[in-house]
């Protein structure tokens, strides 16, 4: 009876919990890369540089004279490569 269920909590582990963990990571060590003057792309689709870089924030200019400041969790990856964050929307 305990075979089984530790045989579950195995698959269970090494299908869920492994993979997940190796995908956060990734992300952890691609958003401790980030650095000014890299081009990115948000999760929500916005394309900017990176100007400023704070703890938890980064300021991107998506314009001339046009920064915001987003969460460094919002960005999703490099321009013109496949994104790091998966977006969480499907449509």
């Known amino acids: ?37 890299d081009k990115v792309i948000t999760t929500s689709g916005i394309f900017g540089q990176i100007m400023k870089l704070d703890e938890q924030s980064v300021q991107l200019q998506v314009a001339d004279k046009v920064n915001i400041k987003v969460s460094k969790s919002a960005i999703g990856g490099y321009q013109g490569q496949p994104p790091v964050v998966e977006s969480s929307a499907k449509p």
């Open 1 to 37: 009876m305990l075979v089984p269920l530790a045989m579950v909590f195995a698959i269970f582990y090494f299908i869920v919990i492994v993979p997940s963990k190796r995908q956060q990571k990734k992300v952890q060590e691609f958003v401790d890369n980030l650095k000014v003057n």
